[in-house]
């Protein structure tokens, strides 16, 4: 066959926004568990050579406070003074936001070059099989190398999903964390808690320590841990924390931090994710030094948008991705510590495959007028189904709930039922968070103010 009768390539993508359709399309399933075929398109990538990871690699795994976790390692370690490498999913607002050196996103033509070599070893050549693979596998060695291609001192990678089946597991971790583990993805990690505190211990190596900042532990974490010769290191056993109104201390193996001002994340469950942070720190301390006075700085200096995140103003807005009955008790027990408000207001939208009715349930006690949200995909629940959900739960008196087509309507819905000392807490899905922050947070006036 001559050359002029080869078919013509097939043009790939010019912009990241291309690139990101592009993955949508490849693969039938949205989520297919198993690394064979992400696994073989790593090793084709870079003339054969994969991925190499130029540095420590920290690991987080588990079902909450693993963002949080993330965004504090990274703050310390980059006020410590090294380059960090930071991965997390899903974003709130742009795709960039997912992969971070220093601080910063990386740039969408940077990601949109680490795309194209992704799809290099993806077609394969040369009598290799083309292979599919999913947005978040395609997605996750895309933004890896473009991580490694910037030289980073250390690395912070985000377990999506699980943990063991997870394409972020293709990497050994010299520290693994494995923070609270909760029931969530139950049709892909399985029906209880043991079930999926394998998956989670699927990120664990030999002779490596974990950081296991769960206090109640599945039992399949630490067998798992004793039985392939990790290293665990255990909150409340290994490592511990406490602390009153003003401060909080820390205290390890062989560290002790006292009189530590709270981590710029709100949330009592944030002391826990900070302890587990500062357990991995202590950990890889021999090969990454870092000062007391960096751990304050890093944990005082923290930014991670959505995490019971109050934006100021009448009426106060909270914002806040629980999107589990785990992180939504976390959020009631949050808004329970906020002090006396007339009315809570709350904008919701979730996936249909959530455990809904206990998310409802437990932030019902607290909410007075419901807003449900439609959302964009397939995945998202309907406002109406998760309204009839809602009437389907015993209500006290004086509740109220009512349906919109998006995030937005709903909460200028609620700022039009609120008054000035109310409170709206937006939540739910990183759709429903993500969606107000991407247009900025509207401060309308509410219809009830004094003349």
Partial sequence: MTDSQLSPPIPQPATLEGWLAHCERLHPKGIDMGLERVRAVLQRMNGGRGIVLPCPLITVAGTNGKGSTCAMLESIYRHAGYRTGLYTSPHLVRFEERAQVRGEPVQAAVLAAA????????????????????????????????LVAAQPEVLVLEIGMGGRLDAVNLWDADCAIITSIDLDHMEFLGPNREAIGIEKAGVMRSGRPVVVSDPLPPQSVLARAHEIGAEPCRIGVDFQFSGDRQQWNWSGRSKRYSGLAYPALRGANQLQNAAGALAAIEALHPRLPVTAQAVRNG??????????????GQPTLVLDVAHNPHSVAA????????????????????????????????????VDCWY????????????????????????????????????????????????????????GSFLTVGAVLEHGVPRLAAPHLPT
């Fill in 372 to 427: 449900f949200t439609d959302l964009p995909g397939t995945r998202a629940a309907k406002a109406a189904d998760l309204l009839a959900q809602w009437q389907a739960l015993p209500q006290r008196p004086g509740q109220s709930a009512s349906a919109y087509p998006d995030a937005l309507a709903a909460l200028a819905a609620a700022h039009a039922g609120a008054d000035p000392a109310d409170r709206i807490v937006i939540f």
């Fill in 115 to 146: 795309f194209a070599e992704v799809e290099r070893a993806r077609l394969g050549r040369g009598g290799q099989p083309e292979l599919t693979l999913t947005y978040f596998e395609f997605s996750t060695l895309a933004i890896v190398q473009a």
């Fill in 299 to 312: 944990l005082a200096l923290v930014q991670w948008p959505g995490r019971f995140q109050i934006v100021p």
């Fill in 331 to 366: 959020l009631v027990q949050n808004l329970d510590a906020q002090g006396y408000f007339p009315r809570t207001h709350a904008v919701f939208g979730a996936m249909a495959d959530k455990d809904l009715a206990p998310m409802l349930e437990r932030a019902g006690a607290l």
